[in-house]
């Protein structure tokens, strides 16, 4: 019965059958979005805005620790002030969603919803930065924008999604390479301890770097299909933008001079990577940090004398050190295992008539479906630590995913036998031009996804022309 | 000297000249907002978003503590679902912004950037919602919104303003009814206890209530030049917006219903209410409880053996149990003063060479002035106790203002005499008429505020028509 159940609450696509549909799948049936009658535009439920809430809480409480600020900006940008800088506007323009009415009056001049917002940040600092005294400004906002994206996909491309962006001014080049590098760093220690999944840090090609950057930094996580997920981006501007936008200080030289910027930023897209690095065809798996729910008590013939008693007491209990939720419900068990597996909790723990006599109950991993009988009077190290095997559990297994994935290859006929075999990295010397990088893309249907801070010498030429190799490339399919 | 500091930190025009410039000094002085070179649109600095954010974790909890969850909609609401529900348009649409372009696309529909969610709530609802068990849904979501206004002013009314807007869907009226006075009591108590102002809860007349609303609750609250801002409102739709949006579900006699609604909002106009009902010629007075510094540090002749190291010491401690800044600036100590009094941070903390003999240090009030000395010894009670009293009286005095300017009237030629002499509240009867509201108005220039929770009998006839008396109502000037 509890199988039958369990069928009725599922009903998704495997994996195997159609990763894709699989996808969304769980982002619908996990209750984390629903598709708004906006097209293109999703609506965050309760549960998916859950855990964007622990991803925000967590890197908030980083960035504040290192002297960040949090501000807001204005929604609306006018076209004249996005377009001071070239590159960027070029960059956005065909994916700008305008504002040209207000209320029943045409307006004088179009207004961007923002689709990014270094242009208002440069705005505010030309008119509020005098002094050197005054630097480094580190700013952050939490927000949405708007990209008007021809094909979207939940929390991987929406026309609509929730971020932060960074934006900070620094008096040298060097504070400010280092901050791109700082928080390039936050964003690894993030998914790598509290998401579980492993990244490779690296730098963008010219050809995959933000509009108007000198330079940009990533973090590439690698899906459960082989894919890649840029996953979070940290951009070096030099003095480029303060001089589009007139940002001036006074220095210690008592000279005018342009401060140099960064900017940097993760956004909901995080959940789509936490979704197709751990989740199974029961469901999604959500590492312990970011599960609203990081253990749900499920009693066991409830009716019988004790044990709803006894559940609350328990989920009571739990409450003090871990998020715990008591399923309660007239739901079948079965019903309510699937269920709260389909969200992902975690650790599931039952107890039934048994178990009271014991003094035991039963602990349940989402991810091996391992059972454990644990002491009720050990419940307090046994659930912590447990979370704990879980998170580790889940990034050794994505590493091991990437590492059984990722190939390395020193001519064109490798890289086409790898690419036509599997999906995944495959790393190749590179000369540095973008003929070859878009002939990878032409001709073997890859795009650089970085060249890794951690190099490799795997021949002295590039593959694809047979020049001196500048650097070693990572290439794959990407979201 | 100093004064001249001082004076060189101020320069704000003071309440008795001009309370608007002075409010609008403080805006900026304070470096809570920056005008954008968006007309209308501020910038929230990291001072003035710090307040909120300090408010928003306050509220969210309280929010939380009584099952509502969070959500995020898009920002952007197609025009035909906007119209779905008349009465909302036409309240709104005055003020709406338009999207016409994506990208380089005209859109087949106008898209408004919300000015409010009521619409899309219900147009998610209408697709999610299926039986009874389900309800009640209760959620809100942190945004930002944009009215198109015509005049506008920091936090009390900006094109772009951020605020929460809670959404509940209820099974029956009375639950609905019911969630509406809770949020309404919610948003009291964060307002009279850690806001410290006192607030008059009462019910918006038909012509001051929401559009679209059944019942639209309020409370009021006096600033220091006794004008009136409504502070937050919870409004009752009964089964309006359910019926026009096609939100049915099962109910439990197995038939097709319409759940009942409400909707509840506070927004960024609360930092503007804080400045206005505790702020003086110096500068801003925080409540403590959404104060982003407490506490500040000031060490003062720094340069004598032991005092930076002891204020560098007590601010770390103090840290444990208040929010401290230690301003180790090379500023003078009279300019620093200025300065955090401007910021309106509760407590100063001085301590200098005699101090440090005496084991002693000195405690300044930011509303009465008040100098203390305190044991070192002692400072983990007396900084809290101080705080407290400070809270404690910023609400009687914004109380005794706000009855000081509170007056009762009978007959017009007495409501007229009132509103000549002072700003405030008048109380009257009233018949229920839209005719005598709107006299009210054009006549003395007052318009209702709230018919209060809490009833007199002042007469028994409306001083405007003679005809009996309904209700009795509170006038006001209002923001």
Known sequence: MAKDNKKLVQAITSQEENFAQWYTDICVKAELVEYSSVKGFIILRPYGQAIWELIQKDMDARFKATGHENVAMPVLIPESLLQKEG?????????????TMGGSDKLEERLAVRPTSETMFCDHWSRVLHSYRELPMKYNQWCSVVRWEKTTRPFLRSREFWWQEGHTIHETAAEAEAETQQQLNCYADVCEQDLAIPVVKGRKTDKEKFAGAEATYTIEAMMKDGKALQSGTSHYFGDKFSKAYDVTFTGRDNQLHHPFQTSWGVSTRLVGAIIMTHGDDDGLILPPAVAPIQVVVVPIAAHKPGVSEKAAELAEKISKYARVKLDDSDNAPGWKFSQWEMKGVPLRLEIGPKDLEKNQCVLVRRDTREKVFVSLDELETAIPAQLEALR????????????????????????????????????????GDLACEMKMKEEVGLSSRCM???QEHLSDVCPCCGKPAKTMVYWGVAY
Chains 1, 2 share one sequence.
Do not use: H, Q, S
Not at 87 to 99: I, K, S, T
């Open 87 to 99: 590159e960027l506007v070029n960059g956005f323009a065909p994916e700008v969603a305008w504002v």
């Open 392 to 431: 580790k559990d889940l990034y050794e297994r994505a590493l091991a995913n990437r590492e059984k994935r990722t190939w390395a290859a020193t001519t064109m006929d490798e890289v086409r036998e790898l690419a036509k075999a599997g999906t995944g990295y495959i790393k190749t010397m590179w000369c």
């Open 452 to 454: 890794p801070f951690e």
